[in-house]
């Protein structure tokens, strides 16, 4: 309990004394995760619309699979990516490894899933509604996919949030891509983790309360941006 | 402007699903202007036969062809559901919501949404979500959209059940200038007074199949069918 009260103190004391180390690498987490947001939205969305608006072939099991992989473990992710942008790797030559473009790339492998099938949940359920009202307008697919996410943005913002916070509460995988190197791939995430690992716990639980802290304002602030709570809005 | 879209004819045209027969075999010709009306007992099949007719149900068997390509035709046409679909937009959003798909200008597709916002009696209510409309409102807002895009023929299902008698006189008003300005309308409905006032000519279905076809003077003062006369007469007809 006391480690708790020393962690809210130290949290506290890093805020009110403006620690630059704190600032920075709080920063670099919201730099990393809402990069990954964005490149995860503008691929997770645009799928889950599709998903929702297409039938073929294979569309139960892509759903299925996208399911499953919301579950994706990210120490494995961070080997693949390890291996796949390591020197020896395909990839090595972009000369990526332990930069926050490597935290970015699994980031976005890790929060894809995740809210391409949220949000694929809350579309499937509008275009049942909009199905034959869209079809009797001769709405074309690209069309049909274009309103399902304007029409049901509230929900994607629902979506995204939750990769969101998937994504800035990710430690295993930017820790083996991003190797945690002060002042370049160092994140609040991996910072608890070092201070966790070198018996500062009451600095660790610090970190921890601003990273809740950070991830709460950050979520208040896209609902207040997109007024999602505005009184009939939809 | 009807001609490049009609006559329509419907040739043997069954509906099934799950293996049950929902309609048919239907042979049905539409042509000339003014209103249709589809009349009969619950189950008789009227919105699957506008639904088919629409393409929105797919024929298990039989065709129906229309003056003009299919895909073409399907363009020249709009839809009002039973209960209107509204989208999660504005009502001026959801007015210039067709126009927009047509790839008219949005400035353009926002003063026509206004026109007709005034014409139906929502003016001044314009930003105000459609999903938080009045059920009399929604279904005006659904003919307007409907009819923004100026179809040559309009399919609506039963545009006033569970409406009150001022907002079907509203209703009715909107389809008599829509006959007027060239629109060819089906409508299936419930209510005989709708369909005598209404009505250019009436077709009667009866378990899937048309049953009678005729001028609605005709139809209502001598329905040539025993089922058709006792369903004019308040019968109970299966």
């Given amino acids: 309990m006391n480690d708790l009260w020393e962690g809210l103190w130290q949290a506290a004391r890093l805020v009110l004394s403006l620690d630059a180390d704190l600032y920075e690498i709080a920063a670099r987490s919201l730099r990393v995760t809402l990069s990954a947001l964005v490149i995860a939205c503008a691929i997770a969305l645009p799928l889950a619309a599709f998903l929702a608006v297409q039938r073929f072939r294979w569309r139960r099991a892509t759903i299925a699979i996208l399911n499953a992989l919301m579950g994706l473990p990210p120490v494995v992710v961070g080997l693949v990516v390890y291996v796949m942008l390591s020197r020896s790797g395909p990839l090595g030559v972009l000369g990526l490894l332990f930069t926050p473009t490597a935290m970015v790339v699994a980031q976005v492998i890790i929060i894809v899933p995740l809210i391409a099938s949220i949000a694929h949940q809350s579309l499937r359920e509008l275009w049942a509604e909009y199905h034959d009202l869209l079809i009797s307008m001769n709405a074309g697919r690209m069309q049909r996919i274009a309103t399902l996410l304007w029409d049901g943005r509230r929900a994607l913002l629902t979506a995204a949030l939750a990769g969101f916070g998937r994504g800035v509460g990710e430690v295993g995988a930017i820790m083996i891509v991003g190797g945690n190197i002060d002042h370049l791939t160092r994140v609040m995430t991996t910072a608890i983790a070092l201070e966790t690992g070198k018996g500062n716990f009451a600095l660790a639980l610090g970190l921890g309360f601003v990273l809740i802290a950070l991830s709460v304002m950050v979520n208040l602030a896209i609902h207040w941006l997109s007024r999602t709570e505005t009184g009939g809005r939809w | 402007m009807v001609s490049a879209l009609l006559p329509m004819r419907a040739t043997g045209a069954c509906v099934h699903r799950r293996g049950k027969r929902l309609i048919g075999p239907v042979d049905l010709v539409l042509e000339g202007a003014g209103l249709t009306a589809l009349i009969g007992p619950n189950g008789a099949g009227k919105s699957t036969l506008l639904k088919a007719m629409h393409g929105l149900e797919r024929l298990s068997m039989g065709r129906i062809k229309w003056a003009c390509g299919a895909a073409q035709a399907q363009r020249a046409q709009a839809f009002v559901f039973q209960t209107p679909v509204m989208l999660r937009r504005s009502v001026l959003d959801n007015l210039a919501y067709p126009l927009r798909l047509h790839g008219t200008p949005r400035e353009a597709a926002r003063a026509a949404g206004v026109e007709w916002c005034e014409r139906i009696g929502l003016a001044g209510m314009e930003g105000r979500q459609a999903t938080v409309l009045s059920g009399g409102e929604k279904q005006k807002l659904a003919l307007a959209r409907a009819l923004i895009c100026a179809p040559q023929l309009l399919f609506l299902d039963e545009p006033s059940a569970s409406l009150d008698g001022r907002a079907t006189r509203e209703i009715e008003a909107l389809l008599r200038l829509a006959t007027q300005a060239g629109t060819r ?27 009678e076809h005729a001028p609605a003077a005709e139809f209502f003062d001598a329905p040539s069918t025993d089922a058709a006369a006792a369903f004019l007469a308040g019968d109970i007809v299966d």
Avoid: N
């Fill in chain 2, 185 to 211: 309308i089906v409508m299936a409905t419930h209510d005989m007074g709708q369909a005598r006032r209404l009505a250019r000519e009436v077709v009667f279905l009866r378990s899937g199949k048309v049953h």
